[in-house]
């Protein structure tokens, strides 16, 4: 047979083959879209969390619908109240593409639907695409909850200081209450029931205390000072009090950088700023070949961008306060020497006459001899032992309900997380560790994790005034005849 024909014919052979094959998957298509028509398994219908209870304001509920097969055809929400019937919301997808999975958020307004406080249930329906619109429901239960947190003030007189602490002493009561305490700016500094404090009040569930501090600069005219209660249904009461803010400024300081200084700590601690930069924020700088070179450049980052991680990490570990008082009595001074930099100081650095850089120093520096030992201000539970950035050798002590403090620079650290410790034990030894120009030791007090006054601490006379006098007040008044 000549060679052309068998040519010919092999490709006839190829080209039937390929037909034959097209077919077969066109029509195993056709037969799997027709078979769907005909399955039986309804769609699965999940939430992307928990329903939440319904407060007075609206709230989104993110539902899901999955088919795996003929795809979700349809679904629908209602709410029933009371044996009333609140649709929510019907869509049909059957013009749209099929989809097998199908999410939508759902809006709850209450006052618009007209609902009461009291159980709720949400049903929810989806049918897939399938002949037989196989449908699957499911029903969430919920509740409805459109009364407030009651809040009264009991503590009458607030004085307070820059940067220093004040107490307040309030009633917050609602069945589902969630978060309590005193709002500053955005900050809110927690309230805990003062039973906590004395089993005296533990027929008092409902009266609470908060220690808060305003900080430097702040104005009192844009931000809120008030005490806030927060329910599970989102409902938020605030009232506010009577205080007396003594403002006071800011300290400063200009300090002079040697380059054998510059030099020895951005060599240091600028590669480990990078590393944390990535671990804590996902963030890898490009640094040009000058500023690889430029001492300020590199001072810069490590005094204003590692100080900024360092602080987020102390956030983070003060977290963990205990709601117990674990302190007792003044706080004391953590070693025997002078006060080397005041608490609060705006500090200004240069190099060579130019700015280098500007920071706020959150602590007291303590200084005596080299390598003194460093005893805790008062009881407490080690949080925290390690190197911490700018602060270098770090130990952290919680003294319960979010008071806590912190000792840096430390040559060397001999205590544990989780240890209790008292004022006698010796918890390391001064050093120039992190930032620090000499030996000595940053020490800092801290109230759910904002920097305040350590003097105030220090000074019997103020905490019996200030804290003490509000708990013998609450004493008397609940107790007229003690």
């Known amino acids: 047979m000549p060679l052309e024909v068998l040519v010919k014919r092999g490709w006839i ?26 399955e039986k398994t309804p769609p699965i219908i999940s939430s992307a969390s928990e329903i939440p209870a319904i407060g007075a304001s609206p709230i989104e509920i993110l539902l899901s619908f999955f088919d795996e097969r003929a795809g979700i055809g ?48 949400i049903i929810v329906s989806a049918k897939d695409r399938a002949l037989w619109s196989n449908e699957g429901k499911t029903s969430f239960a919920s509740s409805v909850d459109l009364d407030k947190p009651r809040i009264s003030v009991l503590s009458s007189v607030h004085n307070v ?14 069945p589902n209450l969630k978060k309590q305490g005193i709002l500053v700016g955005t900050h809110l500094f927690p309230g805990y029931q ?17 220690y808060f501090s305003i900080p430097f600069d702040f104005d009192l005219t844009q931000n809120p000072v008030k005490v806030i209660a927060l329910d599970s249904a989102g409902n938020e009461a605030s009232a506010s009090f009577n205080f007396k803010l003594k403002v006071k400024q800011r300290p400063t300081s200009d300090i002079n950088l040697s380059e054998v200084f510059l030099r020895n700590k951005t060599q240091e601690l600028y590669p480990a700023y990078l590393r944390e930069l990535k671990e804590m924020k996902g963030e890898s700088p490009t640094v040009t070949p000058d500023q690889s070179q430029d001492l300020i450049y590199l001072f810069r980052q490590v005094n204003e961008g590692y100080r900024d991680l360092s602080s987020i ?30 608490f609060g100081q705006a500090r200004t650095y240069r190099f060579k006459n130019l700015v280098a850089s500007n920071s706020f120093h959150d602590g007291v520096d303590l200084a005596s001899v080299e390598q003194d030992a460093v ?31 912190i000792y840096s620079h430390l040559s060397s650290m001999s205590v544990t997380p989780g240890q209790s410790i008292t004022s006698e034990t010796v918890i390391g030894r001064t050093g120039t560790t992190g930032l620090a120009g000499g030996d000595h030791l940053h020490y800092e007090i801290r109230l759910n994790g904002v920097s305040i006054r350590p003097e105030e601490w220090w000074d019997f006379g103020w905490i019996r005034d200030h804290l003490d006098a509000k708990i013998e007040d609450l004493k008397k008044e609940l107790n007229p005849s003690t």
């Open 13 to 38: 052979v190829l080209a039937v083959i390929l037909l034959v094959g097209v077919a077969g998957w066109f029509w195993r298509d056709v037969i799997v879209k027709f078979s769907y028509n005909f």
């Open 74 to 121: 349809s679904f629908e929400v209602t709410l029933v109240q009371e044996n009333k019937t609140f649709p929510l919301i019907r869509e049909s997808l059957l013009d749209k593409p099929m989809q097998n999975a199908v999410t939508s958020s759902v809006s709850i307004d209450p006052k618009k639907l007209g609902l009461r406080s009291g159980p709720v249930e």
């Open 161 to 174: 200081t820059s940067a220093g602490v004040g107490m307040v002493i309030f009633k917050a009561e609602d």
């Open 194 to 210: 003062v039973k906590l404090l004395d089993e005296q009040f533990s027929g008092h569930p409902e009266i609470f205390f908060s």
């Open 313 to 342: 990490r102390l956030e983070t570990i003060f977290k963990d306060s205990q709601q117990s008082q674990l302190w007792h009595g003044a706080f004391g001074r953590p070693l025997s020497g002078s006060s080397t930099a005041l």
């Open 375 to 405: 005893h805790p201000a008062n009881a407490g539970v080690v949080l925290f032992v390690g190197d911490l950035g700018i602060y270098g050798g770090t130990v952290a002590v919680d003294h319960g309900f979010g008071l806590g403090t």
